[in-house]
């Protein structure tokens, strides 16, 4: 308790809470360097430098206390250049910078753990510490990136936090904290501390996941009228995902994420065991978009991605579709699917119904977000005519036939 008193009796905190307000441009009036704060904080806390200067003080989280670091350093230009050429490598495909693949190299004569550390043992050892206990501790930009100005401009360095939380913390060059709402994208770019999610790390290796991208930009936000007749697909074709778009990523991956990581898998019984269980016909990669805005309220057209091949007799004419957003991270657990499905198959010629009793089951990760679940008929036309597709929820939508377009 007495050391809680003495922590307390070296700052005092000014903390305000808003709805909304303008984007508040603040000029630093020793270089003339203006820092960007985003339209979407909602609240701000305010602490005096002799608090900043404590790496104890205030209880800070693994990524709050290195996001805090990292933002004490961004007042360097050096930095900042360094920050922004690094995450337009796109090493992973997204802005990201995974911290234990740049820690050593200099930046001015300085490694950027020298910077973090600030030549101090205390706090060199600390940092040592939460990078140990987060080898994929990662560094992003994740929207804006190309138009960063490094040579008039800092930036807001955001700490991962958990989706369930309303707002994310976020800390400017001086240690004044902001609080942005992390399921609105900010109208300008910041810096995120959080974890890598496109590389693993086992055995002390670092390895690239699964992934399906490429870099055309294939994007349309306007809606085309579609004709379709029955029968939509002919038999014996492959089936291929031709496009997917979220009419609001940030209800399954806040921005502090950066860009989604999306799999699907498709379930369906085939003739071999008598159509008497569902076997899973498609599991794909990760399909990941260059960046958010490639499917962020717009078609993302660049996947093309194989799914099964359409065989009735030999497999049903209804195939169950299961979209998700991957994180690949977090203890793992089980799901059923199927159970309640009637499924159109044809057994010595004649159209017939099998379930609603048979299921799958497979696995997920507990950080994984399950998107939703659809029942495709074969030679039915998509729900949604006005755009020729499917949607699951009120935020995901996609397009798929058997027709390769590249």
């Known amino acids: 308790m007495k050391k809680k ?50 790496i104890d003080d205030l209880n800070y989280n693994d990524f709050e206390e290195l ?41 001015s004569g300085k490694r950027l753990f020298d910077y973090l550390g600030k030549e101090d043992p205390i706090i060199s050892k600390k940092v040592e510490e939460l990078v140990t206990r987060n080898p994929l501790l990662n560094i992003s930009i994740p929207l804006y990136a190309e138009s960063w100005d490094t040579d008039k401009n800092n930036l807001l360095v955001v700490a991962l936090e958990s989706e ?15 609080y942005l709402d992390h399921k609105v994208d900010p109208d300008v770019p910041v810096i995120v501390v959080g974890l890598n999610e496109r590389v693993s790390f086992d055995n002390g290796k670092y390895e690239r996941r699964p992934f399906i991208s490429a870099e055309r930009d294939q994007r349309e936000k306007s809606a085309k009228m579609f004709s379709c007749s029955y029968p939509y697909r002919v038999n014996n074709n492959y089936e291929y995902i031709k496009e997917m778009k979220f ?89 059923t699917v199927g159970i309640g499905t009637k499924f159109k198959v044809k057994i010595g010629g004649i159209e017939t119904e099998v379930g609603p009793n048979l299921s799958y089951t497979g696995t997920y990760k507990a950080n994984d977000k399950a998107i939703g679940i659809f029942a495709v008929e074969q030679f039915i036309c998509p729900p949604i005519p006005s755009d020729n597709c499917y949607q699951l929820g009120a935020a995901f939508q996609w397009k798929s036939d058997h027709i390769f377009t590249w």
């Not at 909304?20 to 979407?40: H, M, Q, R, Y």
């Not at 369930?164 to 902001?178: L, Q, T």
């Not at 860009?259 to 699907?264: D, V």
């Open 5 to 54: 008193l003495i922590m307390m009796s070296t700052f005092i905190i000014s903390l305000t809470f808003f709805s909304s307000c303008e984007k508040n441009d603040v000029k630093n009036p020793v270089n003339g360097i203006v820092t960007l704060i985003p339209k979407t904080i909602v609240g701000e806390a305010s602490f005096n430098s002799r608090a900043r200067e404590s």
């Open 67 to 107: 996001a805090r670091l990292l933002a004490s350093v961004t007042s360097s230009a050096e930095v900042r250049s360094f920050l922004k050429a690094e995450a337009l490598k796109k090493f992973d495909g997204d802005y990201d910078i995974l911290y234990n693949n740049v820690k050593d190299i200099k930046i």
């Open 164 to 178: 369930d939380k309303p707002a994310v913390k976020a800390f400017d060059s001086d240690g004044k904290i902001y």
């Open 247 to 335: 009419l609001d990523l940030n209800q399954y991956e806040s921005f502090t994420r950066g860009a989604p990581e999306i799999k699907c898998r498709v379930y369906a019984p085939v003739s071999s065991n008598n159509f008497a269980s569902l076997f899973e016909l498609a599991n794909t990669g990760n399909m990941e978009p260059p960046n958010r805005a490639f499917i962020n309220n717009a078609w993302w057209n660049n996947p093309d991605v194989p799914l099964f091949y359409w065989d009735n007799p030999n497999k049903a004419m209804t195939m169950l579709f299961h979209f998700w957003e991957m994180e690949d991270s977090g203890s793992s657990h089980s799901f």
